[in-house]
């Protein structure tokens, strides 16, 4: 017998209807934990400071390029309980170059190029891949990597599942966005009392040079707005 089905089959996408998220472009992505829960380190006087579950999540970000050679990376931040970043499907990269390049705590921030394979006469192995195939390997890989550290290092257990269910994301349209995108990421732990994804955020406005975008559902809730 068949039960009621549940309602999370019924949840809108909130994908950009008739896109081809496999096309050459770069695209902001911003990945959430299950219930916010803030597993990857601490933000002290406004630098992230991250445990050895968020090295393990920068690490496997920092392989995208090794494992799917079509797929490039840019800026990228772990934050206590999300990741901001921007996957380049390469072909039409963009073109900013950085003015600096940040590490904290071993991580990369900054106004990177974007790493990974330049296009050849020959089809990459990761040619082919979608944005939402890129990140549901991440998630896959820093889910499996993440519950072998609970089961050998005693990390924190997560609740079910180690990410939300969907993700945001945002097709970056030229160069000028790109730079930024890129500031903004490279800000944001400077910016966590004012973070929509903040659970302790207090009642603080947003500041005015926060990056804006439409509001988009992101699991169950909206943000950003």
């Given amino acids: 017998m068949i039960d009621k089905v ?29 219930n ?16 050895d579950a968020g090295m393990m999540v920068q690490a496997v970000w920092d392989e995208i390029p090794t494992h799917y050679p079509g797929i490039g990376i840019d800026a990228f931040i772990v934050m206590p309980n999300h990741i901001h970043g921007i996957v380049v499907i390469v072909g039409a990269a963009p073109r900013g170059r950085p003015d600096s390049t940040h590490a904290q705590n071993g991580q990369h921030v900054g106004n990177g190029q974007p790493q990974g394979g330049a296009p050849t006469a020959v089809t990459p192995a990761g040619a082919g891949l979608s944005l939402p195939d890129v990140v549901h390997r991440f998630k896959t890989m820093t889910t499996k990597r993440y519950a072998d550290g609970v089961k050998r290092n005693g990390w924190s257990m997560f609740p079910g599942k180690l990410w939300q269910r969907n993700y945001w994301e945002h ?5 000028p966005e790109l730079n930024r995108i890129r500031e903004y990421i490279h800000n944001n732990p400077a910016q966590w009392e004012l973070d929509s994804l903040n659970v302790d955020r207090g009642s603080s406005r947003a500041a005015p040079t926060e990056i804006r975008e439409p509001i988009a559902e992101y699991g169950v809730e909206a943000w950003m707005a």
């Fill in 6 to 34: 549940s309602p999370i089959h019924h949840r809108r996408s909130i994908r950009l209807q008739g896109y081809d998220y496999s096309q050459a472009g770069a695209y902001f992505v911003t990945v959430c934990t299950q």
């Fill in 36 to 51: 916010r829960e803030c597993l990857f380190g601490e933000i002290i006087n406004g630098e992230m400071r991250m445990n």
């Fill in 171 to 175: 097709i970056v349209r030229n160069e």
